[in-house]
């Protein structure tokens, strides 16, 4: 055969077949261990970028691998399709959010076959959806049954010349302005649905049944932030307002020398002085127009402005000033705090710049008792703390890590117990006097899923000027949006301004009523969606009631739940923990029998332009993927981002790198399709042995590799044994069986990476079932393992020579065949040998003096 390798004929070929003999559809089979494989679902935004394919192809080759194990894999996609872009372009092109979401699937969908990929498309499902999104609604009704959804005011960015809402990507510049009129953005209250996560925040720190990264786990810890402590109460010194705050270190309350109230605290605007009115004013309207991330900034010189008020500090009474500063968040704790300055890094800044007092409490470590001149967070001997001087504060340190070299360190004792340790000493004491507890607290917040947008979502809620807030019936899902809404330039929601949508029926008392506006953060949405792939049809068409399965229980019952799952790290602390709620609920609400959504998780790193940025459409760097396989073919790029990177690292993308594949795919393609030349004769036991090792330790290789999502190195492997064969076809090893056998095994090892090749390699023979029905070759211990090692000698520990030997050489011979050595012999003669070193098949080491 002399036919080169086309990839723009073999390629359409392949996938034309692939779909017509619905070779990637998954069904159930009890006979069959099942792998449920998903990678996180795009935002159809109308191309698909080289980071696409970053992230699906080897998720794709992996589960390709699964498959050919005999597994019955499900490797479905579909789209997160709702969300802002949508929204924008009908604003800018006046056009339908549906029209362009739609065309924008369509054309993404053609992509993502292009890449030759195993997605059971009958499965598809788009967020957008009517008959997806009635779920979603159905989710909600539950979660509000349940207790887990309520409303309550919350801040927005808000745009007072656009009257509208802004998502964070709207908000631009250090100035916070608004990206459409760049006008000065400020925060506004609104009523808004939130989910309670945080009835889940214990359960969602342990991690005991997921297999993730570690990276993951500390995001979401750290986000979750628990922390234990005491809550305190303090009251104001006019009119006795109550002022809870949570500290983590009670043990200083004696050091408490100011209050300092986040700027929206509902007392603020009763305890402030006329003659700082103006003052406090003016700062909180500042304050209120930063992040939430601007105002925690440990780079930011901390601010703040007194309030004229005080409060008494209920361990001693002191009448302390109250302040109020950006850095204190009304979502963390209680809005308020206890300043210690000689024992926070913060504090100490903020009372230094302020000229407040910094009484010391904790004794530091060697402390000559003048001023401090930084802040002391580590554990000693409390002082100046009335009844409990002399009782030592671990501060950081847990009991179980105050060992006695700790102890030592700090020069203080080390039997310290819950009994007697500063912390819980205190904190007992403060529920005795009726003036504090035990108290645990959480950085994370509930999760405010309203959005003041149109292309989401619509909450399935109504409220009544007779019933207040009422649920829509079941029955009446979905609720869909109009279709004839017209778009304002300010981006407004239209759903506020549409009478047919919002004006509707009370279902409890049959009298006018207002349908909810806002939709849902397409969070929601992507927080169920592997369990939408169970049958993306399923009751399509039905009327729901609050009793029934928002999927295939059969269906689920066989794939749940993900067994591997793969995407960014970035959604560490969004999507992942969301669908973990979700999942948790759903168990609570017995619509399933387990605790987590996806078993493994594994994150792939970012391909970037070739100018090693981020890819942006702002910046032109953007790599169109389709211009490469146009060029090269699907096969190529597949194989260039498996081998050109760590898949966990990522790195830039290079348009001649590319080239390197092609030409291996090339190598491949004449080394199976061109007719050797001729030889003579038969090989010796001895070349078959070879030949077949290396066919074994090939097949080891790279199934080590695919299990490892070590990528790069599986596909190196692939490109040495194509080097080898390519070498072995010259001689008389071509008229063996054994031949013919090292050839098809190539293919089999190519086909989940490099699949129409493979494909296309594996039907020139005359196989008619597909390559990818095919079993992985399995790797024989005995055929692998080599005939001879390499030893390496050292003398006194330094490598003076190396030899081959059979690789079960014993102890005696390695030694005495080292010390034979010329290179060896120059290191020891006229010298006594004292010892002599054999690590078994590595190493031997001749000491001498």
């Keep these: 055969m002399t036919d080169k390798y086309i990839p723009r004929i073999v390629e359409p070929k392949w996938q034309k077949i692939w779909q017509e003999t619905h070779l990637y559809r998954a069904d159930v089979d009890p006979a069959k261990e099942k792998y449920y494989a998903l990678t996180m679902f795009p935002y159809p935004s109308g191309d698909l970028h080289m980071g696409h394919w970053y992230a699906m192809v080897p998720s794709d080759a992996r589960a ?8 019955n894999v499900l490797f479905p996609m579909g789209f997160d399709a709702f969300g802002l872009p949508a929204e924008n372009a009908a604003i800018k092109h006046n056009r339908h959010p549906s029209i362009w979401t739609y065309a924008n699937i369509d054309r993404m969908r053609g992509q993502l076959r292009s890449m030759g990929t195993m997605f059971d498309w009958e499965r598809e499902i788009a967020s957008c959806n009517p008959g997806y999104y009635k779920w979603t609604q159905w989710f909600f009704l539950k979660l509000y049954h349940q207790g887990l959804a309520y409303k309550k005011e919350s801040p927005v960015d808000f745009c007072p010349r656009c009257n ?11 100035d916070r302005l608004c990206e459409r009129c760049d006008t000065p953005v400020i925060k506004k209250n609104l009523n808004q649905w939130f989910f309670k996560i945080t009835a889940y925040a214990d359960e969602l720190l342990n991690f005991d049944q997921l297999d993730w990264p570690e990276r993951v786990k500390t995001l979401q810890r750290n986000w979750i932030g628990r922390s234990e402590g005491a809550e305190v109460v303090f009251k104001t010194e006019k009119g006795g307002h109550e002022l809870p705050v949570f500290t983590t270190r009670p043990d200083t309350l004696w050091g408490a020398s100011f209050m300092v109230l986040a700027p929206e605290h509902p007392l603020v605007h009763k305890l402030v002085s006329a003659e700082q009115h103006a003052a406090v004013d003016e700062y909180i309207a500042a304050a209120t127009r930063q992040t939430d991330i601007e105002r925690m900034s440990t780079e930011k010189e901390k601010t703040g402005v007194f309030t004229g008020a005080y409060a008494v500090n209920p361990v001693n009474q002191a009448r302390i000033p109250i302040w109020i500063a950006d850095y204190v968040l009304m979502g963390y704790g209680t809005g308020a705090i206890m300043a210690v300055p000689c024992g926070d890094e913060r504090d100490f800044a903020f009372a230094k710049k302020y000229n407040l007092p910094i009484p010391v409490v904790i004794e530091p470590k060697d402390w000559d008792g003048e001023p401090l001149t930084a802040a002391w967070s580590g554990p000693g001997k409390m002082i100046n703390s009335g009844p409990f001087n002399g009782t030592v504060s671990l501060a950081k340190y847990d009991l179980a890590e105050w060992t006695p070299e700790v102890a030592a360190a700090y020069g203080l004792p080390a039997d310290i117990t819950a009994e007697n340790e500063g912390r819980r000493v205190v904190t007992r004491r403060l529920a005795e006097q009726g003036i504090g507890k035990f108290a645990v607290t959480y950085r994370l917040h509930d999760w405010l899923i309203s959005r003041q947008r149109y292309w989401g979502a619509p909450i399935p809620m109504i409220t009544c000027p007779t019933c207040g807030i009422v649920p829509v019936p079941v029955e009446e899902l979905p609720i869909t949006l109009p279709d004839d809404v017209e778009f304002l330039p300010t981006g407004e929601s239209p759903l506020k ?173 004449a080394l199976v399709t061109e007719e050797p030349a001729p030889v003579e004769g038969q090989p010796g036991p001895a070349e078959v042995r070879v030949l077949r090792r290396k066919q074994h330790q090939t097949i080891q290789r790279v199934s080590n590799d695919y299990q490892q999502f070590a990528f790069n190195t599986m596909v190196a492997g692939l490109m040495e044994y194509t ?46 079932a597909s390559v990818h029905v095919q079993q992985w070759p399995v790797w024989d211990e005995a055929l692998a393992a080599e005939d001879e090692t390499t030893i390496v000698v050292q003398v006194n520990g330094k490598l003076r020579e190396r030899f081959a030997a059979p690789v079960n050489i014993d102890s005696e011979a390695a030694i005495t065949t080292a010390k034979a050595l010329p290179a060896v012999q120059k290191y020891t003669a006229g010298k006594r040998i004292v010892k002599e070193i054999y690590v078994p098949g590595k190493l031997v080491n001749i000491v001498v003096k």
Aim: proline share 5%; net charge negative; hydrophobic share 35%.
């Design 64 to 71: 390709r691998w699964m498959r050919m194990q005999g597994k």
């Design 164 to 174: 509208t809402t802004l998502a964070r990507e709207q908000v631009w510049g250090e």
């Design 497 to 669: 301004f549409h009478a047919g949508f919002r004006h509707t029926t009370c279902p409890q008392c049959g009298g006018p009523a207002g349908r909810e506006t806002d939709t849902m953060d397409t969070f929601m949405c992507s927080s169920w969606y592997q369990y939408a792939f169970m049958d993306a049809r399923w009751k399509e068409n039905d009327t729901l009631s609050l009793d029934d399965m928002p999927f295939n229980p059969e269906e689920g019952a066989y794939w749940l739940p993900v067994d591997q799952y793969t995407g960014g790290v970035e959604h560490a602390t969004m999507h992942l923990l969301y669908t973990r709620f979700f999942t948790k609920a759903m168990r609570d609400m017995g619509i399933v029998d387990f605790d987590e959504p996806m078993v493994r998780l594994f994150n792939q790193g970012i391909i970037l332009a070739e100018d090693g940025k981020r890819m942006s459409k702002s910046r032109g760097n953007v790599v169109n993927p389709d211009e490469f396989v146009k060029l090269y073919g699907a096969d190529t790029v597949r194989g260039y981002l498996m081998f050109g990177y760590r898949w966990d690292q990522g790195g830039p993308w290079s348009s001649t790198g590319v080239l390197g594949i092609q030409r291996f795919l090339d190598k491949v393609w």
């Design 723 to 768: 080097n080898y064969l390519t070498k072995t076809k010259e001689t008389a090893m071509i008229n063996t069986p054994e031949w013919t056998e090292a050839i098809e095994t190539l293919a089999l090892l190519m086909a989940p990476a490099f699949p129409h090749i493979a494909e296309e390699l594996w039907s020139k023979p005359g196989h008619t």
